[in-house]
């Protein structure tokens, strides 16, 4: 991926016209995390079907520009998908779906990764199952070993 240091087309898109904004309301697994330095926080609700795919996603965003295209741009690549699949949502597959974020927005999109595998953690709690792959949530994504490989890079 080349580097972009202004938004792209799409994550102006997903800004402007964010996809999936809202609540669900007995959602299978809510998953909450921020990113203490900048105050950001998103909070992602997922409906799981009994065969395990992800129905429905809508999310809440309380921050800058590109974390709400990024949590936009993950509802969007989760809806439809099993629940291992959802895990290949990263935060790179949702950059570069987006066409790519300036360098000092990539982590804003480490916060829809994590708020899907927060989702996902409720869910599994919440049936008493486990998912392989997927690790224990944080609530600051400052916490978390990617973001610390992020700010070496
Ligand atoms: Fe905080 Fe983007 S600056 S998530």
Known sequence: MSQVTEYSAKVMDHFMHPRNVGEIADADGVGTVG??????????????????????????????????????????????KTIQEALLVTNKAVAEALDGLPPVKIHCSLLA?????????????????????????????????????????
């Open 35 to 80: 990113n203490a330095v900048c105050g950001d926080i998103m909070r992602m609700y997922l409906d799981i079907d009994e065969n395990g795919i992800i129905q429905d996603a809508k999310f809440k965003t309380f921050g800058c520009g590109a974390a709400v295209a990024t949590s936009s741009m993950a509802t969007e690549l989760v809806r439809g």
């Open 113 to 153: 990764e994590q708020a899907i595998h927060a989702a996902l953690w409720d869910y599994a709690e919440k049936h008493n199952i486990r998912i392989e792959g997927l690790k224990p949530p944080v609530n600051d994504i400052n916490e978390t070993e990617e973001f610390y490989e992020m700010e070496e890079q």
